[in-house]
């Protein structure tokens, strides 16, 4: 028998099914000072190796490809005890908590492994399991979200840990998803997603979080404040923190393991503890109009987004049509392209309504 691996230096020696010597690979060449002009060796050593090669390798179209096989963990962290909107995460949007909208989009992302909501608080949790989330419970000592997420991660093992905030419900999957990393890393990782202010008033609003991004992506500061300064020039656009980010355990375990530093304190920002010490925060510029949940003001304004409008239906043959269920298409090809199926539970409250699907409004998200 003979056979060929991927080092032309290896041959493997012709014996006989009835032979009694241990079938060996012979290496072409001479020991370092032993004069001997082979090595020998048990062909099992090379046939596990071999084994462990080709199970850590795919092949597409008769070539071998890298596969790289990572889990990726979403982890939506809640916390009841809001200083200006308690109990946001299951204040009613359109019959649903708000806690479920933002899961129902973080289950669409292709990609992620898992989801899981953690929270410190009995009420969310039995809220989540009523909708079939798996929740994991923290403790209340969780100063931040990061704190959270580390201790989620200490009983849920992945390679990455996606951190979606509970009270953005207006994120779209696909934004989402772009956060998602494309290589492994050995070193503390951590990433996130920002857009651009298209509202001025928002700018000065401390509760939005304003970043600087070199020109590598990678975030210079963090702040409250409106930065950049505009001392010679307004042509550019402040950019925001948009609620997803990605840490390894690596980035975690460090976050955990140093107190607390003088601008992370100033601020009020648990990512400027890695900025601090020089760990890079790098930054996707996604096209999102997310909007935190922080006052009653910005609950309102999500559910005028997230209604759906009553003339999107028409009722024939006893039953109501929705761009879901139309034969021909006609009316969703005039629904709104952002309509998701995570609308359909919603439309029910809607289905009194019989207008035209002509008169649809295609802004309606935009209101």
């Not at 028998?1 to 690979?25: F, I």
């Not at 190796?49 to 963990?73: A, D, H, Q």
Request: glycine content about 4%.
């Amino acid at each position: 028998m003979s056979g060929n691996t991927d080092d032309p230096s290896v041959v493997v020696s012709d014996v006989s099914d009835n032979a009694k010597v241990p079938l060996v690979y012979k290496r072409n060449r001479q020991v370092s000072g032993s004069g001997a002009p082979f090595q020998t060796a048990p062909v099992e050593k090379y046939l596990n190796t071999l084994r462990v090669y080709l199970n850590s390798r795919r092949v597409y179209g008769g070539f071998f490809m890298e596969k790289m096989k990572r889990k990726i963990v979403g982890i939506i962290p809640a916390r009841y005890a809001s200083s200006r909107l308690p109990g946001k995460p299951l204040v009613d949007i359109h019959g649903k908590p708000m806690l479920w909208w933002v899961w129902s989009a973080v289950k669409q992302v292709t990609g992620l492994d898992e989801v899981y909501i953690a929270t410190d608080d009995e009420r969310i949790r039995v809220a989540a399991e009523e909708f079939r989330a798996n929740v994991l419970m923290t403790t209340r000592e969780c100063s931040c979200m990061i704190d959270r997420i580390w201790q989620a991660s200490n009983t849920i093992e992945a390679d990455y840990y996606v951190a979606v905030n509970g009270d953005e419900p207006l994120l779209e999957p696909e934004v989402i998803k772009q956060i998602l990393p494309k290589t492994s890393s050995d070193t503390a990782w951590v990433s996130g997603l920002c857009r651009e202010f298209t509202n001025p008033v928002e700018v000065i609003d401390p509760a939005n979080i304003k970043i600087v991004v070199g020109d590598n992506g990678n975030a210079l500061y963090h702040s409250r404040s409106p930065i950049p300064y505009p001392h010679k020039t307004t042509r550019f656009a402040y950019k925001k923190y948009v609620g997803v980010e990605c840490f390894n355990k690596l980035a975690l375990d460090f976050y955990v393991s140093h107190t607390q530093t003088v601008l992370e304190r100033i601020e009020d920002l648990g990512a400027i503890r890695f900025l601090e010490h020089g760990i890079p925060i790098h930054y996707t510029l996604v096209e999102s109009q997310s909007l935190s949940v922080d006052t009653e003001r910005d609950l309102e304004v999500v559910r005028v987004r997230l209604a759906p409008p009553p003339s999107i239906f028409r009722y024939r043959s006893g039953r109501w049509l929705t761009p879901f269920t139309h034969p021909s298409g006609v009316l969703k090809r005039l629904a709104p392209s952002c309509l998701t199926e995570r609308h359909v539970d919603v439309h029910q409250a809607y289905l009194e309504t019989s207008r035209s699907a002509s008169s649809c409004r295609l802004d309606w998200r935009a209101a």
